[in-house]
Each structure stands twice: as C-alpha cells, then as structure tokens.
C-alpha cells in the first residue's frame, strides 16, 4: 500500500510512501528538456517540461512512480487492484499506456486545469512496457500548488475526482474514501467537551483525547483517514527545513514498520521510501526505510538542456552521526 500527499509550508510540497515487500531497483531520475520522450500510440516529444522524480529505468526509460515537472506540477501513481482497468487502443482518443502516463502529462502540462484538458481525450491503455514489466494496477493523484485531483479509470471509465484533501491512498475508490471522513467528524485536535450522557461529567485524564477514535491501522482507508487528520491540522512551517520535516512527519503518520503487514513467505510489507519534493524548487528530498537522514536531489543542479537522463542511486544504509 501506499500514500501521497501534499502540504504548503514555506513553499509547496507533494510526495509519497511507498510501501511494498520488493524494491524495482527505483533511484531519483531527472528527465531533462531534450530527453526523446518516445511514446507507443501517442505523439513522442522530443522537447518538454524538465522531470523529477522516483522512477525504475529500464532500457534508458523513466519508469515513473512520482515525479514532479520544473512547472511545479505533481503526480503519483499508487496501487489500485481489482478496480484499474486498462483498455484496449480505441479510436480517436489519445491511447496513453499506464507506464507513459506520468511523462505524457507532466512533459507537457503546467497545471492540473492543463490536465483535465488532457484527461478528457485519454484512453489509459493495458499496453505493457515489456514482458518483465507488464502493467500494474493503479490510480494516480495529480496536484499542482493550488488543487489536487485524483484519476481512476475503472470498468465504469475513467473518472476524474476532486481532491480536496490532497491524500490519496489505495482501494477502494476515491468517493469511498472521501465519504468515510463524516464517520470522523468528532475527532479533533483539541480538548473536547464532555458529551456522553447528561449527568455523567467524564474526566479528560490525557492530552491528544481529541484525536481518539482515529485508526491506527495499516489498511487503505485508515491511512487515507490518519494522513488526511494530520495534514490538514499541520501548522505552515516558515521555513525549508521544518516545512520539510512537518511532511515527513505527515507521511511517518502512516509508514508501515517491518513485522505489522505479513504478506506471506516470510516477508513484510513496509515503507522503502518516503518522498517529499518542493515543488517550487524543484528539489526531491527523500529518506528510505533504514536510511532516517534526508537525501536532496536539485533538478537545478542539472543540465535541464541535456538529452540524456541522470540517476541517482538511492542512499540506503543507515547514516548515524556520532557526537561523542
Ligand atoms: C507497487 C507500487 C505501488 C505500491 C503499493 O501500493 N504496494 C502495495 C502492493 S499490494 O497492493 O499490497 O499487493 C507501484 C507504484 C508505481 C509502480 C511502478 C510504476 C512504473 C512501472 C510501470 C510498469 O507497468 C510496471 C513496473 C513499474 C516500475 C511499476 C512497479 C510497481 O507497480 C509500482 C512501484
């Protein structure tokens, strides 16, 4: 499972945990303006918006989880089984594969009114990258520093949902997940009055009673329900730092810890790697499951002019400071 989110601190931020039992070999990817974006039914591009983001690369292509564009404009892709439904190539329609679906909007859209533009004519298509890497089933969150949407494309079609929380996790559908917060609406992050019955005064024995009721487990809608809390009760941060802690800590609201989600054959899912890109700057910091520190990649930092990708492995082993 996974999830992304968004948060305005100092500036914009947009990034993701993904949780999973494997890794596929994901490093930090900047696709640059001149890189040939080569799609299979759509028209290539052989000049576009400058991309940065987590992505497998395979045959010098950006298979892309999330990515942000020099724009500022963001997209996740999480999983959605059992309800991501591909569809063959259709006629006068723009026939995108789910894995070029990242590169196709961010290499070309600014904002996510852009994007709705561009969803309208898409047809997400079950085409697969190759035989190693046939597609997966998922939904995405596309946001820019003002709104966020969230893309489904179902047996019903492919649905285009406001998302006014900027949350997104996994299944079911995202009208699901929405409508699950009234089940919520008492739970706050302030002292709350005594309200069981007339006559009965009960104590507040506890600071954070406020909150009770919120789940702590590890399933879909309880991570969409926890992240969205502490999200929107999260204070603007004034600066780059603590804005960039405070998502973290969004994020490390829902992290899944080895050992608490059993997938089988000895093996746990957990989180390999939390992300948060300042969307303004351009600038993905990201931290992995055993590496607590954060790691920044500039896309500025780059030759945005270049034709060729540039990867970053990721960091992985633990960096502890010794102070004495
Ligand atoms: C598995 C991940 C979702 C995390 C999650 O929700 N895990 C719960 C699993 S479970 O539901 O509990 O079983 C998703 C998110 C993005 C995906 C990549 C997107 C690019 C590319 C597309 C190609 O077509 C296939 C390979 C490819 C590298 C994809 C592999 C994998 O699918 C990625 C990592």
Redesign the pocket.
């Known amino acids: 499972?996974?999830t992304a989110a968004t948060y305005t601190g100092k500036d914009h931020y947009f990034g993701r945990n993904?949780?999973?039992?494997l890794s596929?070999n994901?490093s930090v990817t900047v696709t640059p303006r001149k890189f040939p974006l080569k799609f299979r039914q759509v028209h290539d591009m052989n000049e576009h918006f400058a991309i940065i983001g987590m992505?497998?690369v395979?045959d010098d292509y950006p298979?892309?989880?999330?990515a942000t564009n020099e724009k500022g404009l963001s997209m996740a892709?999480?999983?959605f089984?059992g309800n991501a439904d591909y569809k063959e190539p259709a006629e006068d329609v723009d026939n995108v594969a789910?894995?070029e679906l990242i590169p196709w909007i961010l290499g070309q859209c600014e904002t996510v009114a852009d994007v709705r533009k561009l969803l309208a004519k898409i047809n997400i298509t079950n085409v697969?990258?190759s035989e190693q890497?046939?597609?997966?089933p998922?939904h995405w969150m596309i946001s820019d520093k003002n709104e966020s949407i969230t893309v489904e494309q179902t047996k019903a079609g492919l649905n285009v949902y406001d998302n006014p929380v900027g949350i997104m996790t996994?299944n079911p559908e995202f009208p699901f997940q929405m409508f699950t917060l009234n089940n919520y609406r008492r739970v706050s992050p302030k002292p709350v009055a005594s309200t069981f019955a007339d006559g009965l005064e009960l104590d507040e024995y506890t600071r954070g009673m406020g909150s009770m009721g919120l789940p702590g487990d590890l399933s879909s809608n309880s991570r969409f329900v926890k992240a969205t809390f502490t999200k929107l009760n999260a204070p603007k941060m004034a600066d780059e730092n603590t804005s960039v802690s405070q998502f973290f800590h969004i994020l490390g609201s829902v992290e899944q810890q080895k050992g608490c989600?059993d997938?089988g054959n000895g093996k746990f899912?957990f989180t390999i790697y939390s992300s948060c890109c300042n969307v303004d700057r351009g600038i993905y910091y990201y931290r992995t499951y055993d590496n607590s520190q954060i790691t920044a990649v500039d896309m500025h930092k780059e030759d945005l002019d270049s034709a060729a990708l540039k990867s970053y492995k990721l960091i992985e082993e633990q960096q502890i400071f010794a102070q004495n």
Not at 18 to 21: H, K, T
Not at 133 to 136: E, H, K, L
């Open positions: 499972m996974c993904l949780d999973l039992e596929y994901e992505a497998t395979v298979l892309y989880y999330d892709g999480l999983n089984p789910s894995f697969e990258f890497f046939p597609p997966s998922l996994n989600c997938v899912e």
